[in-house]
Each structure stands twice: as structure tokens, then as C-alpha cells.
């Protein structure tokens, strides 16, 4: 039908451009629906080789692989622990051309120059000043998400929270058996800063994209009837910990104990 983009050429529609460090976050029914009345396409290999193409060799893409049974006391395998944040995260896990990071609750499937540095961490806490958000940070990388909103899906807030410190929060230890990459089995502790439950604290974010807006870090786009939003993470990095620091983390959640 005129005016339907294809699947491969999506991303092109997008100012992503050569050199873009990319960070995915997707949830992608809505696109497949959209294929499948197009009689397009429904091979998601087909947009990771578009992400692929359009930021070239020298970029970075990662797209999470969270999955938080370790939380509970399940064993995490390096190779068999399901992605629990999307399908995009499962097909990437099935290339070769796509390594996972080693935290067993916050892992990445990560493509392209920086693949080895970051599988090579070993961070404890999830979101710690050692881990793969710092690297994101740091490399200027792009969150690209694909019909999702901040509210539940942008998890970059909650690193901002444990760097700049809050105290409807605490890092809790959670212990099971680890799998490494080399079929290695021992009991090993990870971290998670979770909310402390006794406050009753919600998380909000939602008012925050507008002052993204507002400040130049973040775009929306509509291709086919689909919304993408582009943040610029080093850029929202300010406005979350300002928020933080001076606001009493208004826009980010609902506790106003501090």
C-alpha cells in the first residue's frame, strides 16, 4: 500500500546515522501486526541488520537481555537464561554477531566495537559506576525506543538514581548459582538497587519527557502508525539527577519523604 515503509527501510526514516552508539529498547507486536497486514516482512533479523547498517563498524548496539529470576533464587545460565524484556533481545541473543553481557539480572546483548569491552565486566551491582550503563554514558549512546514509553521502559533512570543517591532505595544482595560463558558453575551475589516497599513508592518518569523534549536530548517519530523516541542518554543524565538532587525526585516517582 502507498505510504507503507517496509521493514528494512524503517530505521532509515530515524536520524540515526553513522557512528550512533545505540541503546534498543523495543516492543515490537504492534510493528509485526503492521507487517503482517502489509504482507511485509516479520523476520526481526531483518531490523537488527537495518540498526546494523545504518550506524556502520565502528558503533556500538545493545539491546537488553533482562531476566529477573536470579532475584528469586534461580540459577542463571549464561547461554539458556531466557530475555525477559522482549523479543528483539531473544533474536539478538541467537546471533552469532551478538555477545551477552555477564550480570545475570541486567544483561546485554551487545553487537559492534565495544562487544568486548563491555562482555569483559563483571559488575556486581546492576546499575554500579562499574557497569555497562556507565560505558553508555560515557560513549554518547542513543536510546532508541520502539513503541515504548519512559514510564516502564526507561531503565536508565534508576543508574542515574544509584550515582546520584536516593533514599527510597537500597542495594540489596541476591545470591544463586551462576553459569559462566565457559559452562563454569559456582554460587555467585549480585546487586540490585530495588525500592525499599515500606515507602510505597511508584515510579512515574513520564514527566521527564517533555523537559527531554524541552532540552534538545530527545525526539519522537511516527513511521506506520508506530511511535520511536530517540534520547540522547549523556544529555538526560543532568535532567534525571537535577530532578534528584533538587526536586526531591518529583518526576520520577512518588515519594516525597526525602
Request: proline share 4%; net charge negative.
Amino acid at each position: 500500500m502507498p505510504g507503507y515503509i517496509p521493514l528494512k527501510d524503517i530505521i532509515k526514516q530515524l536520524p540515526i546515522r553513522t557512528g550512533d552508539n545505540l541503546f534498543v529498547t523495543s516492543d515490537v507486536k504492534q510493528l509485526l501486526y503492521s507487517c503482517i497486514e502489509h504482507q511485509d516482512d516479520t523476520d526481526l533479523n531483518v531490523l537488527i541488520d537495518s540498526l546494523i547498517e545504518a550506524v556502520g563498524p565502528d558503533a556500538t548496539i545493545v539491546i537488553p537481555t533482562f531476566n529477573w529470576d536470579f532475584c528469586k533464587g534461580k540459577a542463571f545460565d549464561y547461554y539458556k537464561t531466557p530475555c525477559k524484556t522482549g523479543s528483539l533481545g531473544k533474536f539478538a541473543l541467537k546471533r552469532n554477531d551478538f555477545k551477552r553481557t555477564k550480570h545475570p539480572i541486567y544483561s546485554f546483548a551487545v553487537w559492534g566495537r565495544g562487544k568486548e569491552e563491555l562482555c569483559a565486566m563483571d559488575n556486581k551491582s546492576s546499575f554500579g559506576a562499574d557497569s555497562p550503563f556507565t560505558y553508555v554514558t560515557e560513549h554518547h549512546f542513543k536510546n532508541l525506543l520502539i513503541d515504548k514509553d519512559c514510564q516502564h521502559s526507561f531503565v536508565y533512570v534508576h543508574y542515574v538514581e544509584e550515582q546520584v543517591g536516593i533514599t527510597y532505595r537500597y542495594l540489596k544482595d541476591f545470591t544463586a548459582d551462576y553459569t559462566d560463558e565457559h559452562g563454569r558453575t559456582r554460587q555467585a551475589t549480585y546487586s540490585m538497587n530495588v525500592r525499599d516497599l515500606d515507602l510505597d513508592v511508584e515510579i512515574t518518569i513520564y514527566p521527564l519527557e517533555e523537559d527531554f523534549v524541552r532540552a534538545g536530548v530527545s525526539n519522537r517519530y511516527q513511521v506506520n502508525g508506530i511511535e520511536y523516541k530517540i534520547i540522547d542518554l549523556a544529555g538526560a543524565y543532568p535532567i534525571i539527577a537535577d530532578d534528584v538532587t533538587n526536586n526531591r525526585s518529583r518526576k520520577i516517582s512518588t515519594y516525597i519523604g526525602q
